[in-house]
């Protein structure tokens, strides 16, 4: 996992733990005696990162075509292997007046839930 990485997923994993309730880096960061998973992280770099990297294989990320899939039992639309146009909503503009990349980086972008879901 290279540097960045890691810290984005450091970043995503502790944002999903209110509290640090629960959370694996704190546990580990617990058992071996230190008070801050942040400080266990400086000391333990090879067992943070291992925790890191076990936690996001068992957490993905869901983009929006992960979503898309899970919703309707298949892969978005595409065509020699390029995802087509997201779903608009009604009275949205269409594709004649949309950038064909933001719609590619949209398939690509963590799925959001509604907020009137």
Known sequence: MEAIEFLKETQRMCSS???CTDCPLKELASF???KAC????LNECEKAISA????SKEHPIITNARKFEEVFGQKP???NGIIYCPPFKPGAINC???DCMKCLEWWDKQYEEPENA
């Open 77 to 79: 639309q595409s065509i």
């Open 38 to 41: 942040r400080i266990y992280m």
């Open 96 to 98: 004649d007046h949309v």
């Open 52 to 55: 890191v990297e076990a936690w």
């Open 17 to 19: 733990y209110k509290e």
């Open 32 to 34: 071996a005696g230190y």
